[in-house]
């Protein structure tokens, strides 16, 4: 369904907007600012992951092993933010740019870029029907996820292959060729005693993976709700929202997916009267 603003004033202020508007008003009414992206913030963005996969390889070179376990998860909340963005094509005008950032960055999650592409923007028109592809478990209960866990991303790609034209299957294969190779090197790494830090790297992340669907899709969904204010949970605090670099906003990224993470958090203060309005799934945190 889709949702419209009532035409007002271009100067109201963003309380009177939000007394005036219907639900969800579009994105340049709460402010034009929260569309844009510098580029200082795309290298920003994508400096984060790229810094913390080098710390990683020093601890690691340096035999601090808790230190560089514990970089992996921080990894990839940095990467999975610049990976979200790249998808929804919100950090950079040239396609050509996005294109490659989006397969080199994915690819150190192990995971195809394009294949998440495919699959998110289905997402966002099926959801919450069941029909889609990424969140199709969303009403499963948790030990069942845990079982999908293994095979789940290969559930994607295999959708993506499917559905995609000519180039983006040919992105989907090349990219999931990338993902074995990477995967058959680290098994005969750690059969024959090669680069410990590289088969560590690749073996925790492949872990990782299994429980993207419980933070992804079971944490921040609800398909039973009736309201779009309720499909989608958000968070609210000073600290917990900041750490996870806007990914704890889930119902405004659905709300309004043009925004880009960087001003999300701008985006929740501004929308805060209009979910609550709208009794939206909203969960306080630090």
């Given amino acids: 369904?889709?949702?419209v603003l009532e035409r007002v004033s271009p100067d109201l202020s963003i309380?009177?907007?939000?007394?005036n508007a219907r639900p969800v008003p579009a994105a340049v009414e709460l402010g034009a600012d929260l569309t844009t992206t510098t580029s200082l913030q795309f290298a920003l963005a994508v400096a984060r992951p790229l810094t913390?996969?080098?710390?990683?390889?020093?601890?690691?070179?340096?035999?601090?092993?808790?230190?560089?376990?514990?970089?992996?998860?921080?990894?990839?909340?940095?990467?999975v933010v610049v990976v979200h963005d790249l998808m929804h094509h919100n950090l950079s005008r040239s396609k050509r740019?996005?294109?490659?950032?989006?397969?080199i960055l994915a690819a150190l999650m192990l995971e195809s870029g394009h294949a998440l592409e495919a699959t998110h923007a289905e997402h966002h028109r099926s959801f919450p029907s069941k029909s889609d592809p990424e969140a199709y478990l969303a009403t499963w209960p948790i030990w069942r996820v845990l079982i999908e866990g293994p095979i789940?991303?290969?559930?994607?790609?295999?959708?993506?292959?499917?559905?995609?034209?000519?180039?983006?299957?040919?992105?989907?294969?090349?990219?999931?060729?990338?993902?074995?190779?990477?995967v058959g090197a680290?098994?005969?790494?750690?059969?024959?005693?090669?680069?410990?830090?590289?088969?560590?790297?690749?073996?925790?992340g492949i872990v990782s993976s299994w429980f993207f669907p419980i933070v992804s899709v079971t944490g921040v969904h609800n398909a039973r709700a009736k309201s779009q204010?309720?499909?989608?949970?958000?968070?609210?605090?000073?600290?917990?929202?900041?750490?996870?670099?806007?990914m704890g906003y889930h119902l405004e990224h659905h709300l309004w997916p043009m925004i880009p993470s960087h001003h999300l958090n701008a985006t929740a203060q501004r929308c805060n009267l209009i979910l609550r309005n709208n009794n939206a799934a909203i969960t306080k945190t630090f």
């Fill in 1 to 3: 369904m889709t949702l």
């Fill in 15 to 19: 309380r009177q907007l939000q007394r």
């Fill in 52 to 79: 913390v996969i080098a710390l990683y390889c020093w601890a690691s070179l340096e035999g601090h092993w808790k230190l560089a376990v514990m970089l992996v998860p921080i990894l990839f909340l940095a990467d």
């Fill in 97 to 103: 740019t996005n294109h490659v950032s989006l397969t």
């Fill in 152 to 182: 789940y991303r290969y559930k994607l790609w295999y959708w993506a292959l499917r559905h995609g034209n000519g180039s983006r299957v040919a992105a989907v294969a090349a990219e999931a060729m990338l993902h074995f190779a990477v």
């Fill in 186 to 204: 680290a098994i005969a790494a750690s059969v024959t005693g090669g680069y410990a830090p590289f088969t560590v790297f690749v073996a925790t």
């Fill in 229 to 246: 204010f309720q499909q989608s949970r958000t968070l609210r605090g000073v600290v917990v929202p900041r750490a996870m670099l806007g």
